[in-house]
């Protein structure tokens, strides 16, 4: 599988979260650091970064999502934007290199495998899909 | 907006649940009877039910799933194909009428208000839409 099949990801964060914390009105939220230190990070080049408000598991921020082509999404949640900015860089490298988006289960980072809010089927959901 | 102009929306079923429960192998599964239960309601016409694969939220099934076309798509868990059908029923009529699927949150079933699992944005996320 070459690069050039893969079909591009986004990976969205919540921009919204406050990870259950009094924060200032004019401070910048966790969400907010999430994202700017998911700009900065070395991504592949097809995998975008975008913001997006409330994912609703505000108990358990700050979130993300993964989602791209026919892959299956996922939503993670309990994420720390200064401690595991390199865990979602590592995770949503191995998912767009994933051509179905499935990450054998060990080769997930270990965090991902413990805080998986939802995981999403692709829109064009295969008829067998349940079978 | 009449009903001509809003776009169709996908009720998917998680037919793997087990609810927590110990499940014979040749028994069908909670999930599996919810799907059939969902079959059976009386939907609009262009809801369609479909069954799907785990959720990985079995902690919280059973789980439903609502999108379609622009709408925000909602994950809905702990619930219970014995009683509680017709909650999903009211709460999928109501989302599909939502051209944009934002049912006021007072006019959602409170079983939806309190056991939201992840909202998840439109593949065509509008630019501004973290602003």
Redesign the interface.
Known sequence: MTETTLEPVEL?VC??CKMGRAIEDDALRPGNLLYEAMLKEDLPAHVTV????????CQGGCNI?M?GGNRY?Y?YGNLDPETQVEIITDGVTRYYNAADGFVPWRERPEHFRKN??????P?N?PED??Q
């Open positions: 969205l921009t919204t975008r913001p997006t408000q409330c994912f609703t598991n999502m989602r999404a939503v998986c809010v939802a995981r999403i089927p829109l959901l899909a349940a």
